[in-house]
């Protein structure tokens, strides 16, 4: 095993420190190959980026990273069936989903429409009358209205019976989705999906809306060759669309790698220039001063636009998206600002209640590899965030679940950890007939049990998951080096960006503050610590520990202020006023031995 850095056995998270990359020497190679600095080459080689690649993965683009329809399974099957449609003039209808990766394949796919001189009428299903997915109900309200053409996005690969009813009612049907799919696919013109078990494409890391925008430039080729476009209607430029695809992506969680590093990269730039008033007024309600990031999308942006679906409707997360002049938009984003703020009210609560499960279910003999936690009273919009939240805290994965007494079911959604697939185990539940309703990809899955099988589903995810959770069982924390709060500087903060943009599957770089004293920490919001660290020179950077508060972490920054600590965290430059100045986001802690 690799030395502990720093001699670090037990942080106050219960987490072995090691260096993320002991052998330097890929590191060294990359640096006198492409003329690199020695730091950020070591963070590139620590996250498996080989030394022929420094260069392209540094500056993703769409021209070289962006596969041919033909590699995706009915890709070009679908978008024969689109364009067709459009040029005939048939009325498309669209079903989604209703968080932040389904309203902005909505969104996109609406704008294109548009924009080529077609429409859609879309339905986004209710989460608490409806739940995930199309619906016989959903299909019928489309098919009054005329629909001949259905899209499903980010949804439908398990949705058998509603789209056999489509089918019955005449409907062409075209999925677009990403998650996991059996064998057997649902009734339709085309099943448009990278994670379907007979597509090769290798793509399976994209978001729903990540195929969709492969998907609209297919259609927009044929359309472009039967000379569709003309002066009256120009053809449009999809890549002012990529901010959407961006968002959705980072919102998503799924890795940034490949494609998806080019559509983030590039969508942020897109999205820095205002140009989507729904977008510029979300970022103005929620105090965003800076340029948008990662971050910015995944904490600031995502969650007001998902509590639109979580504890609203997602009709106005898509109304959002759509706006055109900026006083509606301002008046959309002020709600769902109002909404995600009642939701994280609601989501407090569930999770005080859930963490007290967990900790007296991992309290008794035989500790479960899978926490499920389940109550009546809770908000079924907030399930999703409880769960991450346990996987978060307990490092295990984790689901939450509502129970309604009156349908005598539970809903509920699971979060997991890397190298454990809840999505398989899940459509096993399914086939085993333990669930009504289940779907999901490898870190996150929904589903819907009957209360009465609830603990057959306990035994059953315990059984399938407790190799793979043994197996990832990691309590180390990868870092990337040591640093002094002299040493953090906005020039370092940059040179760290370049390796960007970080996320799922591209941790941002992780330093470690050796020896600094907190000379100042308070509570922050409703769960976070802020806090002022100063190194021996008297050198002081601002900190903040989200959801830290009641934790082992929180107690120790709290209370400690007459020994220094090792503090671990991550780098980020923050606007103050018209100040820029660099922060350290808390991730651990540990006394100094």
């Not at 279910?361 to 590899?369: D, S, V, Y």
Request: proline share 5%; net charge negative.
């Amino acid at each position: 095993m690799t030395p502990a850095f720093l001699n670090v056995t037990r942080s106050a998270k219960g987490q072995r420190w090691q260096v993320r990359l002991p052998d330097q020497r890929a590191a060294e190679a990359m640096a006198q190959r492409h003329e690199l600095p020695d730091l950020l080459c070591r963070v590139l080689a620590g996250r498996g980026v080989g030394i022929d690649e420094a260069e392209a993965f540094l500056n993703p683009t769409l021209r070289t990273l962006m596969p041919q329809p033909s590699a995706f399974r009915d890709m070009e099957k679908g978008a024969e069936r689109l364009a067709a449609a459009i040029r005939n003039g048939e009325k498309i209808g669209i079903i989604s989903d209703y968080d932040v990766d389904g309203v902005s394949s909505a969104a996109l796919m609406l704008r294109f429409l548009r924009a080529a001189g077609s429409d859609a009428h879309v339905y986004l299903p209710d989460r608490l009358t409806e739940g995930y997915g199309p619906s016989a109900k959903a299909v019928r309200a489309l098919a009054d209205e005329g629909t001949q053409v259905l899209l499903t996005l980010d949804c439908g690969v398990l949705s058998h019976d509603p789209l056999a009813h489509a089918a019955d009612l005449g409907l062409e049907t075209i999925i677009v989705d990403h998650h996991q799919a059996g064998a057997e696919l649902p009734m339709a013109h085309a099943v448009i999906n990278p994670n379907r078990q007979d597509d090769l494409s290798g793509q399976g890391h994209l978001c729903a809306a990540g195929v969709v925008m492969i998907l609209i430039a297919a259609t927009n080729r044929l359309l472009r060759t039967a000379g569709h476009y003309a002066d009256q209607r120009p053809e449009p430029n999809m890549l002012q669309w990529l901010e959407l695809v961006a968002l959705a992506t980072v919102c998503d969680v799924v890795p940034l790698k490949g494609l998806n590093r080019a559509y983030v990269t590039q969508g942020l730039k897109i999205m820095a220039r205002r140009e989507n008033a729904g977008l510029a007024a979300l970022a103005d309600v929620a105090g965003l001063k800076r340029r948008p990031d990662v971050y910015a999308l995944g904490f600031m942006l995502g969650p007001r636009l998902n509590a639109a679906g979580r504890v609203g409707h997602a009709d106005e997360a898509l109304a959002l998206l759509m706006a055109h002049e900026r006083g509606e938009a301002a008046n959309l984003a002020r709600n769902l600002d109002d909404l995600n703020r009642k939701r994280q009210v609601i989501e407090m609560r569930a999770v005080d209640e859930a963490v007290a499960q967990a900790e007296l279910e991992l309290g008794q003999e035989g500790k479960p590899p899978v926490i499920i936690a389940a109550a009546k009273g809770w908000h079924p919009g907030v399930v999703g965030l409880v769960a991450a939240r346990l996987k978060e805290r307990f490092r295990k994965p984790a689901f939450a679940l509502a129970i309604n007494e009156k349908t005598g079911t539970a809903v509920g959604s699971g979060r997991s950890v890397s190298g454990v697939d809840l999505g398989r185990a899940v459509r096993a539940a399914l086939d085993a007939g333990l669930l009504t309703k289940g779907g999901g990809h490898a870190m996150a899955a929904g589903l819907t049990v009957e209360t009465a099988k609830l603990a057959d589903l306990r035994q059953f995810l315990g059984e399938q998951l407790a190799r793979e959770v043994d197996t990832a069982r990691d309590d180390a924390l990868l870092v990337d080096g040591a640093l002094t709060a002299t040493a953090a500087t906005l020039d370092l903060i940059e040179l760290m960006e370049q390796a960007g943009p970080y996320g799922s599957g591209h941790p941002a770089p992780l330093f470690v503050f050796p020896a600094h004293r907190v000379v100042y920490a308070d509570a922050a919001g409703t769960d976070h610590i802020r806090c002022t660290v100063a190194a021996s020179d008297g050198t002081r950077i601002k900190a903040i520990a989200f959801r830290a508060m009641g934790t082992e972490l929180g107690e120790l920054l709290l209370s400690e202020r007459q020994f220094p600590l090792h503090i671990a965290g991550r780098l980020v430059a923050d606007e103050w006023g018209a100040k820029r100045q660099p922060s350290l986001q808390i991730e651990d802690a540990a006394p100094v031995s």
